[in-house]
Nanobody
Framework: DVQLVESGGGLVQAGESLRLSCAAS????????IAWFRQAPGKDREGVSVINNRDRRVYYDDSVEGRFTMSSDNVKNTVYLNMNSLKPEDTAVYYC?????????????????WGQGIQVTVSS
């Protein structure tokens, strides 16, 4: 079975940094697109960043471009999201998601596999 397990969330102050990890198992890691999404209370789930492990290209939503960096370790089968200069509006539950039948996308419905989510809270 495919499993995605997020870790690294927590409470920080505005301007600080966090690193999220998503450990993947049960899949051919190098053949998957893996994305980070987030969902704030009362809002839709939105894409943050996505990596195509086939060519290691990374794409970001405009709201995090220049502040967040996504990377992938194909030895540990883990993707990371380094989040710098955090803002209160980055507060959300963050999810990683994986799919191997689509190109990189922020369309929630295109992903079959999801982690359980992890809370990130940024205080002002």
């Amino acid at each position: 079975d495919v499993q995605l397990v997020e870790s690294g969330g927590g409470l920080v102050q505005a301007g600080e940094s966090l690193r999220l990890s998503c450990a993947a198992s049960g899949l051919d890691f190098d053949d998957y697109v893996i994305a980070w999404f987030r969902q704030a209370p009362g809002k839709d789930r939105e894409g943050v960043s996505v990596i195509n492990n086939r060519d290691r290209r990374v794409y970001y939503d405009d709201s995090v471009e220049g502040r967040f960096t996504m990377s992938s370790d194909n030895v540990k089968n883990t993707v990371y999201l380094n989040m710098n200069s955090l803002k209160p509006e980055d507060t959300a539950v963050y999810y990683c998601a994986a799919e191997n039948s689509v190109p990189p996308t922020f369309e929630v419905d295109e992903y079959d596999y999801w982690g359980q989510g992890i809370q990130v809270t940024v205080s002002s």
